[in-house]
């Protein structure tokens, strides 16, 4: 088992490695240069103010180099600039080079500048993060239990009325994205055109204090997209479970229909939706972006779409180092918690 | 005028889409005639709930088509605006209105004051004419990479599945918003991607005639040669936009959209492709034509791939949903389509700014996307249940 999670982490540091690596190269093409140098500087900036200002802050070099120094590998650069000013990447804007480290990079634990933000890279991350986690929490809390009900419900009694109804729900709702029911749930709940106007519209309040008006629409958006998904496997889960021979055994020994779904279907049945719901957290990450934006909640999905709107190189790197090991981790988890609960499995 | 109730509105929506109906009732007319002569796609009218799907799907090929590619349906130009209709109530008669137009906005106007009807029908062709060619893309990547990777196993499919997990590491959004910019098409990186990915259904296009055929000298090279002709003027007018007839043009916005949806599709159906090669590859049949002397890509094309053909056309049918979704998100996102055009994620992204006071352009276009995923779903739900059945 040790042996199985060290490689996994090997995998992982390998995946974020060249993750990161892509995402540096694609944000370090010239023309998302010119665009970060541009929105940092001035639009109306010549060409060659533009290569100035990017000579400046060291952009300029091979990309390996830069690459190092985000790393923690390479000593940061110290660039006497033409302006007069010295600017280096250990030294933080506004302090003076005395005293400052020779590398400072992920290794060392300096995640870099915001550009767009102004600030330090792992303090944003980390305040948007706790925002999102507030908000993945409560989808959590409403998805899995209703998930797992609507799917046990529809498989234990295969084609019945009830089966049908619930599986006609999960199907609409893994058709909906984010985007779509989202608008449709402020049109219907917050508009003052249907004029329900129970719920917020927006959730910029949310973010000091959580209330059943402002936060309800964001989770219910996020949380009824994975709904069907994770109700459509239990189902499945569950109407193979029903089918077995131990059921039709306890059914024989005249067990209430009752005790049997509870006692001894669930448990086996409940195996497979534990996998799906821990491969969900990936798309709940996209859910989160959409939904982020269109309820103006600043978390960590507004947090990208910001750092990409303006290539915020240091944020979007640790954003996406971020985004890979939740993945990665999930997808572990998930793996180890199959053997666990699957005593038929083994990892080695 | 009055502005029609909503009844005449209904009426109206439906005798405008008058085409579509006949279109779809003598598809179905046929299909039920010719059902048992069909196989697996006659087998689908035998269940309503793939029925119903079907129906969903080809009601907006056929809008897409008639209304996109021959501009019926649609009342008013998807562009033109119209004073005095700006963010209109539906059914509100068009004000001054020009000899010979449509008197009436059916689903009312936009913040622009364009028609929504008109737009959301002209929408459904921006989905139709990319999403199942994307996904047909990627489905060729992910065959031609996961059979051998399954097939052969070992370091080969070390490396590809490391490389497939990669990219479905990466978040879909941040993958967009870092693949679908103006800059990047600046620097040319789509033309080098869709120059990579669309070699791969040609490929898979002329080694599925070779294995088949290579004993007859005559005929494959009749066939390969009309294969890569084919395929080389499709690759060099989608991929370099340089065809040399210039029926096609692809300009490089549409072509970002196209690899980008391509490339995160594809690592999936490699997987799904791998799981079932690996599967497939114990049977008898398989050891059969080994022991017969087939050569491993014969084995692999016309002894594997035919026996996964069942969740493969499950998958199809539901990764076309899940692909108009990712464009919707595009759309939404304001990624690579002009903010001019009228594909549902746009004008969802334009009408959700003003949903406090004026719902229908948000919703028209929010409930064609959601009609148009529910029907794919639908349909791969009957066909999967179809194709178990046998």
New interface residues.
């Given amino acids: 088992m040790a042996l199985f999670i060290l490689r996994r982490l090997g995998v992982m540091i390998l995946t974020a490695l060249c993750l990161t690596a892509v995402v540096f190269a694609l944000t370090n093409l010239p023309p998302n240069l010119e665009k970060l140098a541009k929105t940092q500087g001035d639009m109306r900036m010549s060409d060659e103010d533009v290569v100035r200002w990017l000579d400046n802050r060291g952009y300029n070099r091979p990309m390996l180099v830069k690459y190092g120094e985000w790393l923690g590998l390479v000593p940061g650069y110290v660039i006497n600039g033409t302006d007069g000013q010295l600017r280096g990447k250990c030294i933080p804007p506004g302090a003076s080079a005395e005293g400052a480290p020779r590398y400072c990079g992920i290794l060392q634990g300096d995640w870099g500048y915001s550009s767009r933000f102004k600030r330090n890279v792992d303090d944003i991350l980390g305040e948007r993060l706790a925002l999102t986690g507030q908000l993945m929490l409560w989808v959590l809390i409403v998805m899995v239990p209703a998930s797992l009900v609507v799917g046990i419900m529809a498989g234990m009694r295969e084609g019945s009325k009830l089966d049908r109804g619930l599986s006609s729900f999960s199907i609409v709702t893994t058709s909906t994205p984010e985007y779509v029911s989202g608008v449709v749930f402020i049109a219907i709940f917050a508009s003052s055109a249907v004029g329900l106007k129970w719920f917020n519209g927006s959730a910029r309040s949310a973010m000091d204090q959580i209330t059943f008006e402002n936060f309800t629409l964001p989770v219910m958006t996020i949380a009824l997209y994975g709904l069907g998904y994770i109700a459509r496997m239990t189902r499945a889960s569950m109407a193979e479970v029903m089918t077995a021979q131990y059921i039709r055994t306890a059914r024989l020994k005249g067990v209430a229909f009752r005790q049997i779904v509870l006692r001894h279907a669930l448990r086996n049945a409940l195996i497979a939706p534990f996998t799906v719901i821990m491969l969900q957290f990936p798309w709940l990450l996209n859910g989160v972006v959409i939904v982020e934006t269109l309820f103006q909640y600043k978390g960590f999905g507004s947090a990208l779409v910001e750092a990409a709107g303006t290539n915020d190189i240091e944020l979007l790197l640790g954003a996406s180092v971020v985004s890979v090991f939740v993945v990665l981790v999930t997808q572990l988890i998930s793996d180890i918690g199959y053997v666990y609960l699957n005593p038929r499995i083994s990892v080695t | 005028m009055e502005p029609l109730s909503t009844l005449e509105i209904i009426g109206r929506c439906l005798w405008q889409l008058a085409p579509v109906w006949v279109a779809l009732a003598v598809t179905f007319a046929l299909s039920i005639r010719f059902q048992r002569r069909l196989g697996l796609y006659g087998k689908l009218f035998d269940n309503p709930v793939g029925m119903i799907g079907f129906a969903l799907v080809m009601f907006w090929v056929y809008a897409a088509v008639f209304a996109g590619g021959f501009g019926w349906l649609v009342t008013h130009d998807t562009l033109s605006q119209f004073s005095g209709m700006k963010n209109v109530a539906p059914g509100t008669p068009l004000a001054r209105a020009p000899e010979g137009a449509y008197p009436y906005f059916l689903l009312g106007g936009d913040n622009l004051a364009r028609d929504v009807w008109s737009r959301m029908l002209v929408g459904a062709w921006e989905v139709i004419k990319i999403a199942p060619f994307a996904t047909l893309f990627a489905f060729m990547v992910g065959i031609t990479l996961g059979l051998p990777a399954g097939y052969y196993g070992g370091r080969l499919d070390l490396v590809l599945s490391?490389l497939a997990?990669?990219i479905?590491?990466?978040?879909?959004?941040?993958l967009f918003?870092?693949?679908v910019?103006p800059?990047?098409v600046?620097?040319g990186?789509p033309t080098y991607m869709a120059a990579v990915l669309f070699l791969f259904p040609i490929i898979f296009a002329v080694v599925l005639i070779n294995s088949r055929f290579h004993t007859q000298p005559a005929k494959r090279n009749l066939y390969v040669a009309l294969a890569l002709i084919i395929g080389g003027w499709l690759y060099l007018g989608i991929a370099w936009n340089a065809d040399p007839l210039g029926i096609i043009i692809f300009p490089a916005g549409l072509l970002v959209v196209f690899v980008s949806v391509v490339f995160v599709n594809a690592p999936s159906v490699f997987r799904i492709v791998r799981g079932l090669t690996m599967d497939i590859k114990t049977r008898d049949y398989v050891a059969a034509a080994q022991t017969r002397g087939e050569g491993p890509w014969y084995v692999m094309l016309w002894e594997i791939l035919p026996n996964a053909r069942g969740p493969l056309i499950v998958d199809f049918c539901l990764r076309i949903?899940y692909t108009t979704?990712l464009l919707?998100?595009l759309g939404?996102?304001g990624l690579g389509l002009s903010p001019e055009s009228p594909d549902w994620?746009s004008t969802?992204?334009e009408?959700?700014k003003l949903?406090?006071?004026?719902?229908h352009p948000?919703?028209a276009p929010?409930?064609a996307?959601?009609s148009l995923?529910?029907g794919?779903?639908?349909l791969a739900?009957g066909l999967r249940e179809e194709s178990l059945k046998d």
């Fill in positions: 490391f997990n990669l479905l590491a990466f978040p879909v959004i941040l918003y870092l693949l910019t800059e990047i600046e620097t990186i949903g979704i919707g998100t939404f996102f994620g969802i992204n009408g959700r949903l406090s006071s004026y719902l948000a919703l929010a409930f996307l959601l995923v529910l794919l779903n639908l739900d």
